[in-house]
C-alpha cells in the first residue's frame, strides 16, 4: 500500500487539475497503521543490519514527506482512530478536521519502538508544542477528539456525518482559490 500512496501523491502533484486533497479513511477509521502482529514477509529483525532498518525507516517517512511536498493543500478528514502511520499523515497534512468519534495515538512506544517515526517528533510539536507532544509520544496513550481540538491538533471538529462531506462548504471553496491563486 505505502507504494501506491506514493504514486498516488506524485500523481497528484503534477495534475494542474487537482486543486485540494483531501484524506480519508474508508470505513469507521482514518488509518491505524502498520500491522505490528503481521507485518509481513518482509519483517525486519533486531538483528538485522542497521543500515537495512534504517532504509526502511527511510521508506516509511516517504509518506508523510509526500504529504508534505505536495502543491496543493492538504486536508486531513479524520473520521476514527488516527494511530501511528496515519497519525504521521495527518500530521504532515495542512488542514486537521476530525469528527467526534476520532481518536489520536501513537501506540510504538509501549511495544518498546521510538514513538517518533516518520516524521511524528518534527510536525507534533511544531502542531501542539513540546510539552503536549512529549506527553502524547512518551506515553502513547490515546488522545480523544476533544483534548485534540483543545490542544490545537485540529482545525475543527464536526459530528460525524457533517465530516462524510468534508468537500462541502466554504474551506475547499477557500482552499481551491487559494491553489488558484498561488499558481496562476
Not at 75 to 88: E, F, K, S
Not at 140 to 167: F, H, I, Y
Given at each position: 500500500?505505502?507504494?501506491?500512496?506514493?504514486?498516488?501523491?506524485?500523481?497528484?502533484?503534477?495534475?494542474?487539475s487537482?486543486?485540494?486533497?483531501?484524506?480519508?479513511?474508508?470505513?469507521r477509521?482514518?488509518?491505524?497503521?502498520?500491522?505490528?502482529?503481521?507485518?509481513?514477509?518482509d519483517?525486519?529483525?533486531?538483528?538485522?543490519?542497521?543500515?537495512?532498518?534504517?532504509?526502511?525507516?527511510e521508506?516509511?517517512?516517504?509518506?508523510?514527506?509526500?504529504?508534505?511536498?505536495?502543491?496543493?493543500?492538504?486536508?486531513?478528514?479524520?473520521n476514527?482512530?488516527?494511530?501511528?502511520?496515519?497519525?504521521?499523515?495527518?500530521l504532515?497534512?495542512?488542514?486537521?478536521?476530525?469528527?467526534?468519534?476520532?481518536?489520536?495515538?501513537?501506540?510504538?512506544?509501549?511495544?518498546?519502538?521510538?514513538?517518533?517515526?516518520?516524521?511524528?517528533?518534527?510536525?507534533?510539536?511544531?502542531?501542539v508544542?513540546?510539552?503536549?507532544?512529549?506527553?502524547?509520544?512518551?506515553?502513547g496513550?490515546?488522545?480523544?477528539?476533544d483534548?485534540?481540538?483543545?490542544?490545537?491538533?485540529?482545525?475543527?471538529l464536526?459530528?460525524?456525518?457533517?465530516?462524510?462531506?468534508?468537500?462541502?462548504g466554504?474551506?475547499?471553496?477557500?482552499?481551491?482559490d487559494?491553489?488558484?491563486?498561488?499558481?496562476?
Amino acid at each position: 500500500m505505502r507504494d501506491e500512496l506514493l504514486q498516488t501523491f506524485a500523481d497528484i502533484a503534477t495534475d494542474a487539475s487537482v486543486n485540494v486533497v483531501v484524506l480519508s479513511g474508508a470505513g469507521r477509521g482514518f488509518c491505524s497503521g502498520i500491522d505490528m502482529r503481521n507485518f509481513g514477509p518482509d519483517a525486519l529483525e533486531a538483528t538485522d543490519p542497521a543500515i537495512d532498518r534504517l532504509r526502511f525507516q527511510e521508506a516509511m517517512a516517504a509518506l508523510p514527506q509526500a504529504i508534505w511536498n505536495l502543491p496543493q493543500p492538504v486536508i486531513a478528514a479524520v473520521n476514527g482512530p488516527c494511530v501511528g502511520a496515519g497519525l504521521a499523515l495527518c500530521l504532515a497534512s495542512d488542514i486537521r478536521i476530525c469528527s467526534a468519534a476520532a481518536t489520536f495515538g501513537n501506540a510504538a512506544i509501549l511495544l518498546g519502538l521510538s514513538g517518533a517515526e516518520m516524521g511524528m517528533s518534527y510536525h507534533l510539536p511544531r502542531i501542539v508544542g513540546t510539552s503536549v507532544a512529549a506527553d502524547w509520544m512518551l506515553t502513547g496513550r490515546t488522545v480523544s477528539a476533544d483534548e485534540a481540538n483543545r490542544r490545537g491538533l485540529v482545525s475543527e471538529l464536526v459530528e460525524p456525518d457533517r465530516l462524510a462531506r468534508p468537500c462541502d462548504g466554504d474551506r475547499v471553496d477557500n482552499c481551491r482559490d487559494c491553489r488558484r491563486s498561488v499558481c496562476n
